[in-house]
């Protein structure tokens, strides 16, 4: 990464940045929380790995981000990873989601 024009050397790509893969909230000055939480749904959502978009899309919405744009960042995903794959991430989010508002407290 060192001789990335534009990326500052003392700025790389570590393993303490990337062990904890189900967190989207890996810190960096480039993106903000809400940023990296739909770009980690994308992700998971291309690769067709759809236990770990389940854990995403509930760390987004934890993290403010709404289903419209969870939605919208499978779709944009689904450029990389086809149809069949952004149905079905579109289907493992909205069980996800209504799974997560099966729980919400009652005010």
Do not use: N
Request: charged share 25%; aromatic share 2%; hydrophobic share 35%.
């Amino acid at each position: 990464m060192d001789d990335v024009p534009g990326v500052a050397k003392s700025r790389s790509v570590t393993t303490s940045r990337i062990d904890d893969r189900r967190s989207c909230t890996a810190s960096g000055p480039g993106l903000d929380v809400h940023q990296r939480c739909l770009i980690s749904v994308g992700i998971v959502a291309a690769q067709g790995r759809y236990e770990e978009l389940a854990t995403q899309v509930r760390g987004a919405v934890t993290s403010g981000c709404t289903q419209e744009e969870i939605q919208e960042a499978i779709l944009q995903a689904a450029v990389f990873g086809g149809r069949d794959a952004a149905r079905k991430s579109l289907h493992v989010a909205d069980t996800a989601l209504k799974g997560l508002a099966r729980w919400r407290p009652r005010r």
